[in-house]
């Protein structure tokens, strides 16, 4: 709704503007004028913002006291205000617009699975997503074992898409659906949610997907109730039954094989890339640990050599200090001696005396 908005011009449908976030909790009738503005351009933002800043803050019923009493400083140029990208740049959603202006194609030619005349029978936001994703190949390593394997795989060259941005660097980002209404039902949702969470699909193109999800919403309004069993139909039949996205010149068996020997080479690559970094992680826990090693055993070699100090130390202090030996224990004189010459026993004594 346009309740707030007191301005001279009526805004186009999809026209971006700023408000002020404590009106929005207002209903919209009651709204005060000068709450939202639309600039015509990027250059006139600064000037609106700085319009709703000078006539509509210190009036705002809405806003807190404490931060009507913010002081803002004069220099701000553009206080509040911030941009994730280069708004003098067009983004992805821009060139689209641009594109059914100009009428132009994006390099989009009869061996191309969206077309120029697919627009108007889907919405943006799936025309862009799909330009995202590319004819691939099944191939041997897109097999997955355990329980309902046998649903999931495919034969050998069997018609998929694959993610544009990271479909040569791992097996993520491959969808082989088996009908046209597998197409429609799952494979278009995982290809959305695969995009925006893919980290190597840039920004630009992420941030243009979730602004065209709001326009969806109103271009959906205008097409028919089959539009999106319609699209991808046709795109089914180019990728299944068409199959003008083979290269000219060449048979779809050829093409197909050309297709698997070509991801054979770049997974052999790939396995080539992540045996050298294995071996350098090698190398280099070898160096650790022979580094580890050459420490320890000079640790080792050092204990060593206080533990003789300690025991040289020891034998010196207690040099006198031994045990008694047999010559120098005393001997008592109650104890009866056996040796010759210590004395005679009783009996002997009483045998001589007699």
Not at 223 to 252: C, M, N, P, Q, Y
Request: aromatic share 6%; net charge positive; proline share 5%.
């Amino acid at each position: 709704t346009l309740d707030g908005y007191s301005g001279r011009k009526e805004p186009s449908i999809g026209q971006v503007g700023v408000r002020c976030v404590f009106c929005k909790r207002v209903a919209p009738d009651q709204r005060p004028n000068g709450c939202i503005l639309f600039p015509d351009t990027v250059s006139a933002l600064h000037s609106k913002v700085s319009d709703l800043m000078r006539l509509h803050f210190p009036s705002c019923p809405e806003m807190p006291a404490s931060v009507k009493e913010t002081d803002i400083p004069p220099e701000a140029s553009g206080w509040g205000i911030t941009f994730r990208r280069d708004p003098m740049q067009p983004s992805p959603a821009d060139e689209l617009d641009q594109e059914k202006v100009k009428n132009g194609k994006h390099g989009s030619d009869a061996t191309a699975l969206v077309r120029e005349d697919d627009r108007g029978m889907c919405t943006d936001q799936i025309l862009l997503m799909m330009r995202q994703v590319k004819p691939c190949l099944f191939k041997r390593t897109d097999r997955r074992g355990g329980p309902g394997a046998r649903g999931r795989d495919r034969a050998i060259g069997f018609p998929g898409l694959a993610c544009r941005h990271c479909a040569n660097r791992n097996s993520f980002g491959r969808y082989f659906p088996v009908s046209a209404k597998n197409l429609t039902d799952n494979t278009a949702t995982s290809i959305q949610s695969h995009i925006a969470s893919c980290s190597r699909c840039p920004d630009s193109i992420k941030d243009s997907l979730a602004y065209l999800q709001h326009r969806s919403i109103l271009q959906k309004n205008e097409l028919s109730g089959i539009w999106k069993k319609t699209f991808f139909k046709r795109v089914w039949d180019r990728l299944h039954h068409e199959r003008a996205w083979a290269k000219e010149g060449e048979g779809d068996q050829d093409y197909a094989t050309a297709i698997l020997l070509e991801e054979e080479e770049e997974e052999s690559d790939q396995e080539a890339q992540q045996e050298g970094e294995e071996l350098d992680s090698d190398e280099e826990a070898l160096a650790s640990m022979a580094g580890l090693i050459k420490a320890a055993a000079a640790w080792l070699a050092e204990q060593d050599d206080k533990s003789k100090d300690s025991v040289f130390r020891t034998q010196r202090s207690g040099r006198g200090r031994g045990l008694l030996g047999k010559r120098s224990a005393p001997i008592s004189s109650a104890s009866p001696k056996t040796s010759r010459g210590r004395g005679l026993t009783s009996s002997k004594k009483s045998k001589i005396e007699t």
